[in-house]
């Protein structure tokens, strides 16, 4: 249960991670 909590959290970490690089380069472009 916690292992797989973790992992949830890791994944929601790297999405938001990766729509923020996203928006950065939309605003830098």
Do not use: D
Not at 21 to 29: H, N, P, T
């Amino acid at each position: 249960m916690k292992s797989g909590k973790y992992t949830l959290g890791y994944k929601s970490v790297l999405k938001s991670l990766r729509s923020s690089k996203g928006k950065l380069i939309l605003i830098s472009s």
